[in-house]
C-alpha cells in the first residue's frame, strides 16, 4: 500500500459515515456454507451484496459485500474454536496481520476498530508464538506484530487450513484494521508462506492465482476466487500482461507492476493521450484512490473541470460527471483498454448536513504509480502467480458462476460469459445462467439455491454462519440465493465442486492507501 509523502502524512482521510453505521455493515455480513459437491476444490467464494453460490473445488471464492466503495474486507475464522476477524484484502501487500490498536485511532474510526472482531491467542488450542517480532510499515500506518501460527478456518467449510503464520499486533498507528496481504510470498517477498502459498501448498487450489472483481458502485457486489474465476463477471478473453521483474521495476520491488500504455479522456473519441501515461503501474486492492505523477494528475483535473487541488492535495470536481456517459481510458500492452466510467472514477462523499462532495478519483504521487479501487472496479484481473503475469479484461457482470481452473494454461482460451447467449455455453446439467440469469433462484436468506441473511439480533454480535437456503434477518434489496452453473467455456472445462467457502467482503468506510513500504 504505496502512497506519495503527502498521503503518509494523513492521519485521517475520510471519515465517510458513522462508526456504529460501519459496524452494522460488518456484522450484518456472514459468511454462507456451501454445499458440498466433488471431492478436488475448496472455493472461497467472495461475494457481493450477499450473492452466494457453490463454487469449485480448488477455487475458494470471497464474498466482497461493497459498502462504501472505499474499501474491502474479508472475514477469517482463526484458531480453535475458530474466532471471526474481518482484515482488509490488499494485493498490495505480503503479509496477514490482525488486531490493530484501536487506542491509536479516534471517532468513527474507533468504533470501526472496534467491530471488526479481535483473534486472543489464550483462546486457542492450536496456536504457536513463534517468539519473532516485525514492523510493517504502510502508506498511511504501520504495526508491530509478533508472529504466531494457526489454524484459519475457511469460511462457510469444515475445511481448515493448518499452522499458517500471520501477525498479532502488540501496537499499531493510524490502522482500523488488519490487512490480508495477498502479493507475492514465500521466497519472493517472504521468508515463509503466506496466506495464497498456503492455500495452494495445503491443497486447497490446484493452481497459484486468483481473480478479482470488486464490482461497480451501483452493483455493491464483487467476487475473489482463489484458483479459480468467475466468467459471469468479464465477456470474451483475457489479455495477458507480464508481470515486470522486481529489479526492473521502479521500486525494486516484487509487486503487481504492469505496463500501461496510455490513459485518455475518452467523451471525444479524437482526444490524444495525456502526456506522460506511458508508464508502469501496480494493481493494489488496498488504495482506495489510484495514484499518478503529479502532472499527469493535473492534467486529467483539468479536462474534470479543477484545476487546481484543495488543501489536502484532492481535486474537487462537479458531481453532475457521475451522472455523464463518458469515461477514463487505461490502455496497456496486446490491445487492452478499460473503461472506467466518471462514476466509478469520482469519490462521492456525503457530509454531515446531507451535502454531496465529489472528488477525482487519483491522487498526485511522486513515489508510487499504481491503479487502485477506483480503477479495479472496472475491471476483471487475474493474478497469475504461477507465470508471473496478470489477465485482464474489462468488467462485466451478468450473474455469478465462479469454477476452479484446473491450469493456468487455460487463462489462454478462457472466455467470458456476458454477452454470449446461453447457447454459447455447455454446462454440466446442474443449471444454466452464465449469460442469461439462472435457472434457480430465491430471496437472500431463505428459499431455494444458497441462501445468505444478515442473521436476527443486534448489529454488533459476532458474525455466524447461515446454512444454505436458510438465514433470517434482513439483506440487501434485490439480493438473491442462485444455484451455482458449471461448464465449458472457450474450450477449457471448469468444474463445479463442493467444499467451496464463501467469505463476505465488505466495504469499509475510510480512504486507505494500501501499499507495503
Known sequence: MAASSFLASLTLIIALCCGPCLAAFFYNQSAAIIPTHDEGCVHLPIIHSTKLRPHQKRGVQLQLANR?????YAQLSIGTPPQPVFVQLDTGSFELWVNPDCDTVSGSDAVFCDRIGFYD??????VTQMGTNKTLRYGIGSANITYVRDTITLAGSTTALED?????????EDAFSGILGIGYGNGIATRYPNFVDQLYDQNATRVKAYTLALG???AEEGVIVFGGVDTSKFAGPLTMLPIIPAEQSPDKVPRFWVNMTSITFGIDSGRQPYEGSNIPVFLDSGSTMTLLPPNLTADIARDFGSPVPDDNGFFRVDCAFTEMEGTVDFSFDGGLVVKVPYKEMIREVEGNSGNKACFL?????????L???TFLRSAYTVFDLENDAIWMTQAANCGSTPAALRSVNDL???RGACGLTNAGVVTDGSSTGAAGGSSSTGNAGSGAGVGSGAGAGSPFEEPSSATAGSGSGSSS????GVSQTSGVLGGRSLQSSGSCLLWSLTMGLFIFVGVII
Do not use: C, H, M, W
Open 216 to 218: 461497480s458502485k451501483e
Open 361 to 369: 478519483g487519483i491522487t498526485p504521487s511522486s513515489s508510487f504509480t
Open 412 to 414: 489462454e482460451t478462457l
Open 477 to 480: 434489496p434485490g439480493s438473491t
Open 164 to 172: 499458517v503464520q500471520f501477525g498479532v499486533a502488540t501496537s499499531s
Open 371 to 373: 491503479l487502485g479501487d
Open 121 to 126: 491467542v489464550n483462546r486457542s488450542s492450536t
Open 68 to 72: 462504501s466503495d472505499v474499501a474491502y
